[in-house]
């Protein structure tokens, strides 16, 4: 791989549509086509939620936590990592180590996706690189579980995990290279790019 341009970032949300299909980063870094995501419903009420974040009694889970301290809504970047994103919340807990809350319009489904864990993976780094304190945890609260709240125990193969997939998609950004597409093609079904992806 060619040397990463230092101004390059890459969103968590990013790698989140790498990860459901590869394709999203070319068509939307590479040929600028949009998403229109303005159009989703789940878009839409995940944006009402981050606006009506404020009004929510969350003091249970600082109880529930050990959390003495958070920042809230916390802009975030790496020239190390090539990474930027703002954190929902970062968690100050009782031991010391920090810990990043992610809020999803989503139901649990007995299972954390691969999607949510990495994006808390990034969360994680930038934090660590930012705030210079440990990072051992993260949480993901789903809203539509009724504030359902999952602990990920991150571990250094996470981390360079997600350190990977920053790079594949680096990779697609700096070369213009077309991925394969999700071999999910259930995926493909409601895909706002379906018609011009071959």
Do not use: W
Not at 7 to 19: D, G, H, K, M, R
Not at 69 to 82: P, R
Not at 105 to 132: M, P
């Amino acid at each position: 791989m060619n040397e990463i341009k230092q101004e390059v970032y890459i969103t968590p949300s990013e790698v989140i549509e790498y990860l459901y299909c590869p394709r999203f980063i070319f068509f939307m870094n590479c040929l600028c086509i949009p998403q229109h995501e303005e159009q989703r419903y789940k878009v839409l009420k995940g944006r009402e939620l981050h606006e009506r974040k404020e009004e929510i009694n969350r003091s249970y889970l600082r109880k529930k936590l050990n959390c003495v301290q958070k920042d809230t809504l916390v802009y975030l970047a790496s020239a190390n990592y090539h990474i930027k994103g703002i954190v929902d919340e970062v968690l100050i807990l009782s031991d010391g180590t920090l810990a990043p809350l992610d809020y999803k319009f989503a139901e649990y489904r007995d299972k954390t996706f691969k999607t949510h864990k990495y994006q808390s993976v990034l969360y994680a780094l930038l934090i660590k690189e930012n705030y210079q304190r440990e990072v051992k945890k993260g949480y993901i609260c789903y809203i539509r579980s009724n504030h359902k709240l999952k602990e990920i125990n991150y571990t250094d193969k996470d981390f360079r995990e997600g350190e990977r997939l920053v790079g594949e998609i680096l990779e697609v950004v700096q070369k213009g290279y077309y991925p394969k597409k999700s071999k999910y093609l259930n995926r493909c079904i409601d895909c706002c790019y379906r018609n011009i992806c071959v």
